[in-house]
């Protein structure tokens, strides 16, 4: 018995659906099982012609609401996942960096009008010094500007806190590769753990590199050899001829490492040991025997 969203067929003629409210359509739908090989597209005629809807307008107005509502049920279950507030929070601190870096720089500038022989000076500052520079501004704006761009470094450190944590619960064999904040920038980068353990090693290996690899593919420029992952030790501290080869390895070893964390949820010892044998091999740690 052919049966679509509507109504079923049944003899040569069709049973329309009751009652027409979203949420039992959508429960149909779930339901409706169907037989491509003897499938028979539809239109809203048909529909009218089972008796479900009178016109036309009816009929969208229907499988709008319809629609609307299915697709809220995806998006809820999307929210839901656990990887959704890491993300979140991978997002929040990257905000973060870019207001301290913005404030920092604009404060300074401001201090060094204020302070001609301080011009050559205040761009290399970082960190806590910035702070200290400006907290001993003899303008109580700069001074308070400070504080604020202080107060936002201590929220980033906690954040970063809490994303280590976050990322060793959800992601315990790629935090143990690459470290908390690499791994969540991974997966906030691929849009979640399933999408992550999907990617191939090659993906994994210039994920993040967006803007060097639309150049590559638009102006012919050499192609990224890293992109997220360059921020872990292991790549950006070996030495240029061997850094896209640790690249390569390790992005290799965490596509297999997000495949672990999609469907056990527990570190691996055993691969663990391997893969950073592997990656301190590509390095030159120690021979290859």
């Not at 929210?79 to 991978?90: C, D, F, K, T």
């Not at 790629?174 to 999907?198: F, M, Q, Y």
Request: net charge positive.
């Amino acid at each position: 018995m052919p049966s679509y969203w509507f109504g079923d067929v049944s003899g040569g003629r069709c049973t329309p659906v009751a009652p027409r409210e979203p949420a039992h359509l959508s429960r149909r739908l779930d339901t409706l099982a169907c037989d491509m090989a003897a499938y028979v597209p539809f239109s809203w005629e048909m529909a009218r012609d089972c008796g479900f809807v009178s016109t036309r307008g009816e009929y969208i107005r229907i499988l709008r609401d319809l629609c609307m509502l299915r697709a809220e049920e995806v998006l809820a279950q999307v929210a839901a996942r656990p990887e959704q507030e890491l993300i979140q929070m991978v997002h929040m601190r990257d905000q973060l960096d870019e207001v301290i870096n913005h404030l920092s720089e604009k404060a300074l500038e401001w201090h060094a009008a204020r302070s001609p022989g301080f011009s050559r000076k205040y761009r290399a500052l970082r960190g806590s010094r910035v702070a200290i520079v400006l907290g001993g501004s003899g303008n109580v704006h700069i001074r308070n500007v400070g504080a604020g761009i202080e107060h936002l470094a201590a929220i980033r450190r906690d954040l970063n806190r809490d994303i280590e944590k976050a990322a060793r619960a959800l992601l315990p064999n790629c935090t143990a590769l690459v470290g908390g904040i690499v791994a969540a920038r991974l997966l906030s980068e691929a849009g979640g753990l399933v999408p992550l353990s999907r990617l191939p090693a090659g993906t994994i290996q210039v994920l993040g590199a967006r803007t060097a690899l639309f150049f590559h593919l638009t102006s012919g420029t050499p192609p990224p050899k890293h992109g997220i992952i360059y921020q872990h030790r292991r790549v950006h501290r070996a030495s240029r001829e061997r850094r896209g080869r640790v690249a390569r390895v390790l992005a290799a070893k965490l596509a297999i490492a997000a495949r672990i964390d999609l469907y056990r949820g527990a570190p691996d010892e055993k691969f663990l040991a391997l893969a950073q044998a592997a990656v301190e091999r590509a390095g030159g740690l120690h021979d290859m025997d």
